[in-house]
């Protein structure tokens, strides 16, 4: 399964914007996928995911209320809208999909870099 992040850019603080991540060479179909980001210097931080076939939906504390993970199967396609956003938001953003632990998972998109002005 290939992983393609898009939907990154430039965003004033308090902005919204939807990340989206498409799979090509396979579906998400029994797969937990999931949103990571990583500033330099740090460690992958965990954002949300989802469990494709139940729809269950998982955020780290720091983005409940303001992130929401979707998907949409037809398209392939799962998303990520951030809404209110804020400095510390600002990192790459990867999708992930086949969850092996917390943090690793078999397939990994190329990420997308989201800046948040202030």
């Known amino acids: 399964v290939q992983l393609q992040a898009s939907g990154g850019g430039l965003v004033q603080a308090g902005g919204s914007l939807r990340l989206s991540c498409a799979a090509s060479?396979?579906?998400?179909?029994?797969?937990?996928a999931a949103w990571f980001r990583q500033t330099p210097g740090s460690e992958r931080e965990f954002v949300a995911s989802t469990v494709w076939s139940a729809g269950t939906t998982y955020y780290a504390d720091s983005v409940k209320g303001r992130f929401t993970i979707s998907k949409d199967n037809a398209k392939n396609t799962m998303y990520l809208q951030i809404s209110n956003l804020k400095s510390d938001d600002t990192a790459i953003y990867y999708c992930?999909?086949?969850?092996?632990?917390?943090?690793?998972?078999?397939?990994w998109g190329q990420g997308t870099q989201v800046t948040v002005s202030s």
């Open positions: 060479g396979g579906t998400f179909s029994g797969y937990t």
């Open positions: 992930a999909a086949g969850r092996i632990s917390r943090n690793s998972y078999m397939y």
